[in-house]
């Protein structure tokens, strides 16, 4: 538990320098640092400084109110509905984030409806101690003081940064009842940067594995993607599927092997720097379930493929209220896989080449071939095909014109 009396690391104790930190950020410390403030790097970037790892962003903690943040940065506005953190703005649309420190809610203080807790939980200031007991697990509540450039350390996370192990701050049974988000969360670190899991925590996975149906959608959509940006959906999804979350996290995913291994790919794909879409990721996700419906059919076409891409898609996008313009994409990337796999020559298939989309259908069926032999040669087969109709349609004149002509002679 928190101890009120943090370990404090020196600064010849530790590897972060401030010529790992973003200047922006620097310059934000400094300031809240002059004006007597406690200003803290707080969260991921100081995990992964200490990790000799890039921080994705750099947050700030601090004691200072989100109104005396405001007043101190000319640059500076709050967001939030009740969310109440001041986003500080520098040159190319850069935000950094300034949180003040805050306190888990005694139960008395907690709004009547569960729905709200989560919100709330975010909003009651504390102190630093209180701060870094109220996150997930000890390697994410490390703090960097640029008073002296010390880490502070309140729950013994520099510890288990040197085991490579991750520890839940408190009793799993609680923090996961409390967000079941945090089981999901667990699973992605130990991916990320290969730490070990504590038994605490794969027991109170198996006991509350159920919760994470209950929580906000959008919070585990953006967890799954954050998945796909780490290049770890196949590694994590399959943890998922051996510990029995999945059906609670991705009701209408079967977490086949063939899929996992497609997603496996699609992490390759990431990790080359190709940026993952959402409706490309979804694709990949329901790709094998989609074509499996459709061949478990013989007299499939087109609009019976449509209708099934329809089915496995929908209930995905609604659960995840995820816009339309990303679902259409997943649902055409879909079709496009179904008429690439059921091969050349069939109807309309000039236009299917020449369709803006089919190159990324293809990609996906190119990825897709890597874990299904059989389909290598029909993906080369296609990508030519594709390589021609692009070189036609690049001609400087239109050849139906020219034939028009002739056959009028
Ligand atoms: P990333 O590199 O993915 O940004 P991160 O550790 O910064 O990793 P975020 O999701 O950005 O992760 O969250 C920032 C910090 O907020 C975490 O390091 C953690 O201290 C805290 N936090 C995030 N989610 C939770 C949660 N569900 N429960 C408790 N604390 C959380
Ligand atoms: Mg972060």
Known sequence: MSKNIPTTIPRDQHCISREQIDTDTLKVLNRLHRHGYKAYLVGGSVRDLLLNRQPKDFDIGTDATPNQIRKLFRNSFLVGRRFRLAHIRFAGNKIIEVATFRRHPHDNELPEDPDDHFHFVQNVFGSPAEDATRRDFTINALFYNIADFSVIDYLGGMEDLQNKRLRVIGDPQVRFVEDPVRMLRAIEFSARLDFTIE????????????????????????????????????????????????????????????????????????????????????????????????????????SAAMLQANEIIIPHCRYFSIASGIRHQARELLIGCFRLARGRGFRAEKRFLQHPLTPKALELFTIWSQVRPDLIDLAENWANAIKTAESDTKRPHHPRKRRRKRSSR
């Not at 796909?228 to 051996?242: D, M, P, T």
């Not at 209408?252 to 291994?261: A, Q, R």
């Open 199 to 302: 038994a605490d925590i794969y027991t109170a996975i198996a006991d509350h594995k159920k919760l994470l149906a209950t929580a906000a959608p959008a919070r585990v959509r953006e967890e799954i993607m954050e998945l796909f940006r780490h290049k770890i959906s196949g590694a994590v999804l399959k943890q998922c599927r051996e510990l029995g979350m999945l059906p609670h996290l991705l009701a209408g995913y079967p977490g086949t092997d063939e899929s996992i291994e497609l997603l496996a790919k699609i992490d390759q794909r990431t990790a080359a720097g190709i940026p993952i879409e959402e409706s490309f990721a979804i694709a990949a996700l329901y790709l094998r379930l989609f074509m499996d419906s459709c061949t478990q059919s013989d007299s499939i076409n087109i």
